[in-house]
């Protein structure tokens, strides 16, 4: 039953996303098309990945921090084809802290695992303690969140349903609240994995061999427990293996995946996953700095128990990274598929690709299919507002790939009671970049604005303006190699004209850049204006 109705959301998923999206990306995708792949199989910001397959489906799970929607869940037949199918969480608890801004706060690492027909998600938040929602429809709705464990800085965690019926989860240490890190542990849960018995038990110390280590993923083989955890810290890290015959330790360690000779630095954390027809592969990310943490996928393989990742060379039984390779055998041939970019704005509820930067409010947006277009009202900033740092109603999305154009088309329509509102076209991190079209005593004057270290409160700044006639404006930014973005705008959708100074993406507190829109007003009044956003648009 639950195999039918997995099906069934899933092609509803399908044929929604396709209304909000070109179906495929004209940004990067990973099928070559001749039974091979490239690496990264998802060129954007998909942190800290997990997977498990059920049957002939593969469902992903990645950190998605203060975003919301959070813990994003994905869908593929094949492990190289992805697909956006839905969310786990509407909105992060409790709503007093996620209303607000919480930089870097959220979501870390979580775990997907299946088990007796249902899906279960557990995650660290770093303030908080450790959260599980579950389901038995992973397109579908999960249940409310369970606190399993409370205790400040634990994070990364993931639970292992051993073959006794017992339940246990391995997690890590977060050094900027718990005051310690580079330890894993383990804890016992009750039979329904809904809480922590007892204390948690330290495994590993990596302060001498694995400085760092955090991220571990439970598994069980051949009658050893195994815990893959990254070390060696984000951008500069390797890949670890641990095994013991008691689910306790002590654990023996070996490094089964590094850097080596190639150019995918720091490659870790993430999912050992099997295929129905016998192959084992490994999803891990990559740090790139502003785009954030792309996802790479590995062939693996096991050597006298032990899981050799990658292409092992000198035989040592530590594997490098692949750049391109065959894909998995799965049995048949799946067409190609991305997750959701451009968006045409032409369905009745916001598409899976978008999230605000906190928790929304209802009224924040209108999909509003009649009109083809997404209706964003605009929301009062503080009194001593200095950038967007800090406001919520930012609705962006991944940078889907190194390079790309991204295009908007929106029309201002703001209360004339007053000045001020404004919108338009932004590439947000720690350093940001936007278009500003806003509504002035003079008319609508578009901006090229710029915030240089918005995260310690510097003032957002002008570089250029112009002043429009019409409310009606296309924005566009243009992202090359090195990060580097020119923007843009017309009148017309024919002729652009550069506008502003040229600017480097950065990326924001643990995640990639994001671009986006966004709608806001200077005064509290009981009503305010709106934009209406006709479509956007990712290319090459």
């Known amino acids: 039953m639950i195999r039918k109705s997995i099906l069934g959301l899933l092609l509803c998923c399908a044929m929604s996303g396709m209304n909000a999206q070109n179906s495929i990306s004209k940004t990067w995708v990973a099928d070559l098309g001749n039974g091979s792949y490239k690496n990264p199989v998802l060129y954007a910001d998909y942190s800290d990945p997990d997977v498990c397959r059920v049957g002939d489906d593969y469902y992903m799970t990645a950190s998605s921090f203060n975003c919301v929607p959070g813990l994003p869940i994905l ?36 775990a997907i695992r299946y088990h007796k027909g249902e899906f279960y998600i557990y995650y660290g938040d770093p303030d908080q303690g450790i959260f599980m929602t579950k389901t038995k429809d992973p397109a579908g709705a999960w249940e409310p969140l369970v606190m399993v464990k409370e205790g400040k800085g634990l994070i990364d965690s993931c639970p292992i349903f051993d073959d006794n019926g017992d339940v246990y989860l391995a997690h890590a240490y977060a050094g900027s609240r718990a005051g310690i890190k580079s330890l894993l542990a383990v804890t016992k849960l009750t039979p329904d994995g809904k809480k922590a018995v007892g204390e948690s038990r330290i495994i590993y110390d990596g302060h001498d061999l694995d400085p760092t280590i955090e991220g571990p993923k439970f598994y069980k083989r051949n009658g050893y427990y195994y815990i893959f955890a990254p070390a060696g810290g984000v951008a500069t890290g390797w890949q670890l293996a641990m095994r013991s015959k008691d689910v306790f330790g002590p654990y023996e360690r070996k490094v089964v995946m590094d850097q080596g000779k190639t150019p995918i630095n720091g490659p870790h954390q993430g999912a050992w996953v099997d295929t129905q027809t016998g192959e084992d592969w490994f999803i891990h990310f990559q740090d790139v700095g502003a785009v954030g943490r792309i996802t790479h996928l590995q062939p693996m393989v096991w050597k006298n128990d032990w899981p050799v990742i990658g292409v092992d060379k000198d035989g040592d039984g530590c594997g490098e990274p692949v750049l391109t390779h065959k894909k998995p055998n799965v049995g048949k041939t799946y067409p190609i598929a ?25 009224w924040w947006h209108f999909a509003n299919k009649e009109q083809g277009c997404l209706s964003l009202y605009s929301v009062p900033v503080s009194d001593d507002y200095k950038s967007l740092w800090d406001v919520p109603n ?14 908007v088309k929106l029309t201002l329509k703001p209360d004339l009671r007053f000045t001020g509102e404004r919108t338009g076209l932004v590439v947000m991190g720690l350093d940001y970049a936007l278009l500003s079209f806003e509504n002035t005593a003079d008319g609508f004057i578009l901006s090229q604005s710029e915030c240089t270290n918005a995260e310690k409160g510097t003032k957002e700044s002008v570089n250029s303006s112009v002043n429009l006639k019409d409310a009606t404006v296309y924005l566009r930014v243009k992202m090359t190699s090195g990060n580097k973005c020119i923007f843009s705008y017309s009148t017309d959708d024919k002729k652009y004209i550069t506008l502003g100074n040229e600017f ?23 009503d305010g204006g709106r934009v209406d956003v006709d479509w956007f648009r990712l290319e090459k």
């Open 504 to 526: 480097k993406a950065k990326e924001g507190k643990w995640i990639g850049a994001k671009i986006g829109t966004f709608c806001s007003r200077p005064i509290p009044k009981n």
């Open 338 to 362: 991305t997750p959701a970019e451009s968006d045409e704005f032409s369905t009745n509820t916001l598409g899976l690709q978008w999230q605000w930067h906190g928790n929304p409010q209802s």
């Open 394 to 407: 930012l609705l962006l999305q991944k940078i889907p790939a190194p390079d790309f154009t991204a295009t």
């Open 75 to 110: 869908h593929s037949k094949d492990l190289v084809n992805w697909t956006i199918i839905g969310y786990a969480i509407d909105k992060l608890t409790p709503d007093s802290i996620f209303s607000k801004v919480e930089h870097g706060g959220g979501v870390w690492a979580p």
